[in-house]
């Protein structure tokens, strides 16, 4: 899964990005144009469970890549940066990062702008392609869904409020648009505020524009994620923070995406992988390579909480607990699978 990171600047970002990441990229980068890129692992228990039974070679938890995007710029400078804008399209989330740690920032007018300069580049987008549109034959359904799509980000209403029918979403598929994506609002406040919950305002205005929102304090939070295991907990304990930024904001954006995990298990290797809910078995076997997707012949399926009271696929087989799936098959949260495939 890919996450960007967006704000203005000096809301804190780069704090975040470090944060989230553990990495030491270079704060206050100002005018500086450069995007950071980082991954943390998805810290799930369920595979130290799977690893400490298999004993494998290599232990793969999933993983978040996040995108460090420079400060928020102009529709025309963001039109002119064909490259930023191709980046933006790739993330499946953002977080919009709102500075408010110096008592002076309007968090919430800064939350409405960072969605209208959203809208405003799918607009740009729009516009291109309509006036192209108009010259080619045989693109009417195209037309349609883009001219609904007009009217809505006109109204300067973002695009996650409309809902397609899949051939519109293949229609749509391409376009990347920043307005249709996820978001998570992140309040990076004060250390004083950090493990406190969200002030009535915020919240009403979170459900007004249907939004998620954390508060965390960004530069608590890069000190937490550079301190070891052990010395963390005692701080974030001392700090009234329950559970550390990067651990509430996976969780959050699992939720957000409604992503889940599967497990491929052996000797080799475990393995955590992730898809959004609602996946068949052909597609999630995909994931791991495209022959097993095109070769599917069927996946053979064992629940987690199966697995661990039974203790061997052997005796959830012996159980009755190993299922046979087909393709079709909708992958559950924690399935063990192992796919059979022929090409
Ligand atoms: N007091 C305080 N200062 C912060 C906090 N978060 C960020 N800052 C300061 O604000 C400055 C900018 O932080 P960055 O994380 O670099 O902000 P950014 O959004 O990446 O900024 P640009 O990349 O320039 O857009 C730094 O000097 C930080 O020390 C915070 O939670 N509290
Ligand atoms: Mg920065």
Redesign the pocket.
């Known amino acids: 899964m890919k996450v960007g990171l967006i ?11 470090n944060a989230l990441t553990g990495l030491h990229a270079e ?4 005018e ?1 144009m450069e995007s950071h890129l980082g991954v943390t692992k998805v810290p799930d228990t369920r595979v130290d469970r799977l690893a400490a039974i298999f004993q494998p070679k290599k232990t793969t938890y999933a993983e978040i890549r996040f995108t ?1 995007f ?2 928020s710029q102009s529709k025309e400078k963001l039109k002119a940066n064909a490259a930023l804008l191709a980046q933006m399209k790739d993330v499946d989330a953002m977080a919009l ?1 709102l ?1 408010d ?2 008592g002076a920032s309007e968090p919430l007018k800064e939350l409405r702008g960072l969605l209208i300069e959203m809208i405003l580049a799918d607009l740009g987008v729009l516009e291109n392609r309509l006036g192209r549109l108009k010259k080619e034959k045989g693109r009417e359904r195209e037309g349609e869904v883009l001219a609904r799509c007009l009217q809505t980000l006109e109204g300067e209403e973002s695009l996650r409020r409309l809902s397609f029918s899949a051939d519109e979403e293949a229609l749509l598929a391409g376009f990347g648009f920043l307005s249709r994506k996820p978001v998570i609002a992140l309040f ?4 004083e505020r950090a493990g406190k919950e969200l002030p009535d305002a915020y919240k009403a205005e979170l459900e007004k524009l249907k939004l998620p929102g954390l508060y965390l ?4 939070e890069m000190e937490v994620a550079q301190l070891d295991e052990k010395d963390r907990q005692a701080f974030l304990g001392e700090l009234g923070i329950v559970e550390a930024a990067r651990d509430r904001f996976i969780r959050a954006s699992y939720a957000l995406l409604d992503l889940i995990s599967f497990f491929t298990t052996g000797e080799d290797e475990v393995k955590a992988w992730t898809i959004t809910r609602g996946t068949v078995a052909r597609k999630a076997a995909g994931k791991i390579h495209s022959d097993i997707e095109r070769g599917f012949i069927r996946a053979e399926v064992v629940a987690y909480d199966d697995f661990i009271r039974y203790g061997s696929e052997a005796k959830c087989r012996e159980a009755g607990k190993l299922r046979l799936e087909g393709k079709d098959y909708l992958v559950q949260d924690g399935n063990i699978i192992h796919f059979r495939f022929n090409v």
């Open positions: 704000g203005h600047q000096g809301s804190g970002k780069t704090t975040i990005f704060l206050g980068q100002g500086k460090d420079p400060a990062v500075g740690f110096d990076n406040v004060a250390e304090s960004a530069k608590v």
